[in-house]
């Protein structure tokens, strides 16, 4: 409980009202999209859908959530290499690859059919941001 003396109510019934009024508000609606895994940046896990921790190099996790976070764009393989790797690696498709190869088996229910990153033929990758029913 507050308890106010002397005209001090007066004033912060006057502060707030001024703040009401220049503070302009816009409701965000945020919808949560699900998916059977879950992945924190700040931990560096990726926990799939049974609930177990899935070990994640730090190049695959790098390049996983670079995809994820910006689903449904597609990355030719020479921008996923720069953007994980870095300018001063020698640029190598076979390499990313392997890593997208290694990554699929780790993270995808069936690497053979790949439901969330799947290859745009004649471009490079992209995180699909739905599950497939």
């Known amino acids: 409980m507050v308890s106010f003396e002397n005209d001090e109510e007066q004033i912060f019934e006057q502060t707030l009202e001024w703040l009401s009024s220049k503070l302009s508000y816009v409701p965000i609606y945020i919808t949560k ?3 059977s895994f879950s992945i924190d940046y700040f931990t560096r896990t990726f926990i799939d859908g049974t609930g177990a921790k899935v070990y994640l190099t ?12 910006h689903k449904e764009q597609v990355f030719s393989k020479e921008q996923l290499y720069e953007s994980v790797w870095g300018y001063n690696h020698i640029y190598d498709s076979r390499n990313l ?4 190869r290694k990554l699929r088996k780790k993270i995808e229910p069936d690497p053979n059919c790949p439901q969330y990153i799947v290859t745009v033929w004649g471009v490079g990758y992209k995180f699909v941001g739905k599950e497939k029913p």
């Not at 730090?58 to 995809?67: G, R, S, V």
């Open 33 to 35: 999209q699900k998916y």
């Open 97 to 100: 690859t392997a890593f997208i």
């Open 58 to 69: 730090a190049k695959e996790f790098d390049l996983f959530y670079l995809l994820f976070t």
